[in-house]
């Protein structure tokens, strides 16, 4: 073996080194969370893969009620200065997302994630580094009370599986439920909320899951067909999902009643793309009542983007997170331990664009899904 | 007794789509005589060139398909001329051959990823109800048996060319001995690339397939060649026939797990059913 | 500077991996697409321990190990029976089954929910929370690691193992088992990818089965390739160079989702050019 030529890689990969990690350092020297005239807050998001579809919209809701609040003079006279970051719906991208705004970007609060397992993941993050984490979007119930650090202003997914459980054993007599889940902690939650009730009430389950790579359900959907079920459960993390399962099952010529969450009926797409197939069925999603401030979010966001606003529930909520941060920080300053514990005692019937806000002391927001029904391509609040 | 038809159905459609990405390993691996993982992005190549030419810029079906077809094939032969050649010009061994195709697949993939992104597409135009057609109580779409029909047809005619015509003999004449199908004057070079075009257009048309029936995602290749794969050794490795024997036999062996045992398990499934072959009949059903 | 010192504790850990890998595939020539696999034993064990026990970290570790050295003793066991291609494609199954196993028995791997919360580690009432100190940490695992595959590779028994990758059929005719070496070196292996493991889950608190996919084991297969077979520098090389070029690709200021893309096809690349023009990798003494 020559030295000589292994001396020269040795050699080319140090100046590569150095050269790289010295350029990057020096780029990498940021200025702490709050200079003179900026707030630095963070976010954390599905800025890509499948669960971009609620991710992106999160981000430019955050854009444009970050403008508007530098227009009006910004958080205490900072302007405010949002960092984002894309987790991708993924555990470990979160924690580490969480790592490099908590201690390269030294923010004192972060929004985010959308997605729980991402949040999962961050919060322990935060909590060490004593940064506040608001969430408009994870309704994970593994997060309740996971950390004094955390808290959100959407309902949490015990609320949907529990709801959905009630209408379909009480209000449509559906004593046997075919359920399909995509195997993520979002899906699987809803899941078990739902599960835990539904055989309270004296319900029976038959279950299949898959991974979220998967996208061929042909057989599992024959196995549940051929267990008759009054209805079926279709909890997934993503709306592209429950397409592809929708999509089969008409090819197998079988239409059960469907439940959805609210990731599927918070769809528009989807609901216009299956009207026919979905009319009828029902879901459970975030009741958003037509307030005033979500109809100028809801024009403000199509002059600004050219489309309509993604998933509006969560969108919404975490266009509020960001004002409601804003309170906070003028009301106890930028620190990430006074942050959190007002989020936990201040919050109380705050009118936001989702609607009227209370974060009860377990920092979970206190108001539930509602059932909708799909009707000629869009979702009806059923009273 | 409806649901064994439908997962008897399901099996063969499955089967289907399993037997043209055997075929076209085959046919690699039979004359090359390497594991060319590449082979599963050219499906992704060819599943998206019918997603351009057909969803994006509304070109007839039939068209479409032809093309994304030829699209495959001609990338699958310009790698296997820019980077398999040389590689087997110096005799370079089989893992090195494995890993050069390795590197293939994830650039084909990353390439598709950045030009459509990473997103689920589907082929079909058209979300409402397509023909369907049931047999003793199952439901099989007017697609499947397409595509069903089309995995048969080249099934034949690959066997047909491979054993009847000239073409056919130089290259099993180049798969037995490619030194001694030199010396005996056939260009073998020629044949290769031929091959590696064919095989590709088979893979993109697996691909294709498939957009119609689930859907297209840049990181389909690697699954479905897995597939082919473990489809080929069951049948045995490099036999035409086998591979399509093999593709039936893993989507039945897949689809009755799933019914009885657990959706979930089904990859895992696929993957112990190769392990056993390859403990205990490595040879598959048909090798010699 | 904290962001500097994260990806140094990556780079300790990818390190300790490819060390691990190294030993299989560079030092006894099997292509060994399983490594996540055990990665994940030693993440998931130690997690476990750590989270449902309150166990120490150091002796969680030490059960991660003893799970991963038993799951590869089973594997391994059925995979020392395959020779080349197959060997690899035994070990694409085992890693998919294994990942289905972590990611379907949710009543002890909470399957997609992961495993979150998991402590820092403690020792004599000092806590590894802040990164500086978990540095320290890796790096000493890092070194510990290097030297037993050095160890390893300068012994007798290393000497056996460079004798059967060159030819395994010569040194099984001199008497050699080598069933058992290489069962053996697996074991082996696979028991410092635990330490890896254990380390990760600690680190990041949080552990679900996406970090142990198939593509994760590719992605250690060509740092193991890129930094050069049979070299353990150059293992560790590997391991800084594919860790570190992705965060500058960062700062080029592409979309994030391009930027992702490009890094695979940076990976791809590498990949097919090192096959080319040095596949023995940077610093390696074995070409393939």
């Not at chain 1, 030295?3 to 990690?21: A, H, P, R």
């Not at chain 1, 079920?229 to 993390?237: E, M, T």
């Not at chain 1, 409601?324 to 300053?333: D, T």
């Not at chain 3, 001199?174 to 069933?179: D, E, H, K, N, V």
Request: proline content about 3%; some cysteine; glycine content about 12%.
């Amino acid at each position: 073996m020559e030295e000589g030529s292994n001396k020269g890689w040795i050699w080319g990969i140090v100046v590569l080194l150095v050269v790289v990690l010295g350029g990057w350092w020096v780029l990498g020297q940021k200025t702490p969370g709050a200079s003179a005239d900026t707030i630095k807050i963070g976010f954390i998001g599905a800025l890509t893969g499948d669960a971009a579809d609620y991710g992106e919209p999160q981000k430019n809701v955050l854009v444009l009620a970050a403008k508007d609040i530098n227009d009006h003079g910004g958080i205490a006279g900072k302007q405010v200065e949002i960092i984002y970051e894309d987790a991708k719906c993924k555990g470990p991208d979160g924690a580490n997302a969480a790592s490099k705004l908590v201690n390269v970007d030294k923010v004192q609060v972060i929004l985010g994630g959308s997605c729980s397992g991402e949040t999962l993941a961050a919060v322990p993050v935060a909590e060490a580094g004593k940064v506040a984490i608001i969430t408009g979007s994870a309704t994970s119930p593994a997060l309740i009370n996971k950390s004094p650090y955390f808290f959100r202003d959407y309902p949490n997914d015990s609320s949907q599986g529990v709801v959905l459980a009630d209408q379909a054993y009480t209000k449509e007599g559906w004593k046997k439920v075919a359920v399909i889940q995509e195997q993520t902690d979002y899906a699987l939650g809803i899941f078990q909320a739902f599960e835990a009730r539904y055989k309270q009430l004296g319900g029976t389950i038959v279950k299949e899951e898959f991974a979220s790579n998967i996208s061929d359900f042909r057989s599992v959907l024959a196995k549940l067909k051929a267990d008759k079920p009054d209805a079926v459960l279709v909890s997934v993390q993503t709306a592209a999902s429950a397409q592809r399962i929708f999509d089969q099952m008409q090819k197998l010529g079988w239409k059960p009643k469907l439940m959805l969450n609210d990731v599927t009926i918070g769809d528009p797409a989807t609901l216009t793309k299956f009207k026919d197939f979905l009319e009828g069925d029902i879901g459970a999603n975030f009741n958003l009542n037509d307030t005033p401030k979500f109809v100028a979010l809801r024009d403000a966001y199509k002059a600004a983007y050219g489309k309509d606003m993604g998933y509006p529930t969560y969108s919404t909520a975490v266009y509020d997170s960001l004002y409601l941060i804003k309170e906070a920080i003028e009301a106890v300053g930028y620190d990430g331990t006074k942050i959190a514990a007002w989020g936990r005692s201040s919050v109380k019937n705050w009118e936001g664009a989702s609607g009227s806000i209370t974060i009860g002391p377990d920092g979970e927001r206190q108001s539930g899904d509602s059932i909708f029904q799909v009707k000629n391509g869009t979702a009806v609040l059923v009273q | 007794m409806d649901i064994v038809v439908q997962i008897l159905l399901n099996a063969v459609i499955a089967g289907a789509i399993y037997s043209l990405l055997a075929l076209g390993f085959n046919l690699i691996y039979s004359t090359a005589r390497f594991f060319d993982l590449g082979y599963g992005a050219l499906t992704a190549v060819g599943g998206y060139s019918v997603f351009f030419l057909y969803k994006i810029l509304g070109l007839p079906l039939i068209p479409s398909i032809i093309f994304g077809m030829i699209m495959a094939g001609i990338l699958g032969w310009g790698v296997s001329e820019l980077v398999y050649r040389p590689l087997r010009a110096r005799k370079a061994s089989n893992t090195v051959l494995l890993v050069a195709a390795l590197g293939v697949l994830t650039v084909i993939q990353a390439g598709i990823a950045i030009l459509f992104t990473s997103q689920f597409q589907t082929l079909s135009r058209y979300v409402a109800e397509q023909q369907t057609y049931t047999i003793l109580g199952g439901v099989i779409t007017q697609t499947q048996v397409l595509i069903l029909a089309a995995g048969l047809i080249i099934m034949v005619l690959l066997g047909v060319v491979l054993k009847y015509t000239r073409v056919g003999k130089a290259v099993r004449a180049v798969a037995d001995d490619e030194e001694v199908a030199t010396i005996v004057g056939i260009n073998a070079q020629r044949i290769m690339g031929g091959v590696f075009f064919v095989g590709s257009m088979i893979g993109g048309l697996a691909g294709i397939s498939v957009g119609f029936d689930t859907g297209i995602q840049p990181t389909m290749g690697l699954a479905l060649l897995l597939k082919g794969v473990i489809a080929a050794i069951i049948g045995g490795i490099g036999n035409v026939w086998g591979g399509v024997i093999g593709a039936f036999v893993l989507a039945l062996v897949e689809n009755l797990g799933a019914w009885q045992f657990s959706g979930e398990w089904k990859d895992a499934i696929a993957f112990l059913v190769l392990i056993l072959f390859l403990l205990f009949r490595p040879k598959g059903i048909l090798g010699k | 500077m904290e962001y500097l010192i994260h990806i140094a504790i990556l780079v300790c850990i990818y390190g300790i991996l490819g060390l691990s890998l190294n030993l299989v595939i560079g030092e006894a020539g099997l292509l060994n697409v399983t490594q996540a696999a055990f990665y994940g034993m030693g993440a998931y064990g130690a997690a476990l321990l750590i989270t449902n026990y309150d166990i120490n970290f150091f002796l969680a570790l030490l059960g991660g190990i003893i799970i991963s050295a038993f799951g590869s003793l089973l594997i391994g066991l059925v995979l020392s029976r395959f020779r080349g291609d197959f060997y690899a494609l035994g070990s694409f199954g085992f890693n998919v089954i294994v990942w289905s196993i972590m990611l379907n028995w949710q009543d002890v791997t909470h399957g997609p929910l992961g495993i979150p919360g998991i402590a820092r580690p403690a020792l004599f009432g000092f806590t590894f929370s802040e990164n500086l100190t978990f540095l320290i940490l890796a790096a000493v695992f890092l070194a510990l690691v290097y030297g037993i595959s050095t160890f390893i590779t300068k012994s007798s028994f290393g000497r056996v193992l460079k004798a059967l990758r060159e030819d395994e059929e010569a040194i099984s005719v001199f008497g050699y088992a080598t069933s058992y070496y290489k069962l053996v070196t697996f074991v082996i292996s696979a028991s410092l990818a635990a330490i890896a493991g254990a380390l990760f889950a600690s680190y990041i608190t949080f552990i679900d089965p996406s970090s142990f996919s198939l593509n994760e084991s590719i992605f250690l297969l060509s740092i193991v390739i890129l930094g050069g077979l049979g070299s353990s520098r150059g293992a560790v090389m590997g391991a800084l160079f594919l860790i570190v070029l992705p965060e500058a690709l960062r700062f080029v200021g592409f979309p994030p989702d391009v930027a992702a893309q490009m890094r695979q096809m940076v990976y791809g690349l590498i990949l097919i050019l090192l096959m080319l023009y040095r596949p023995q990798g940077l610093m390696g003494t074995f070409r393939m």
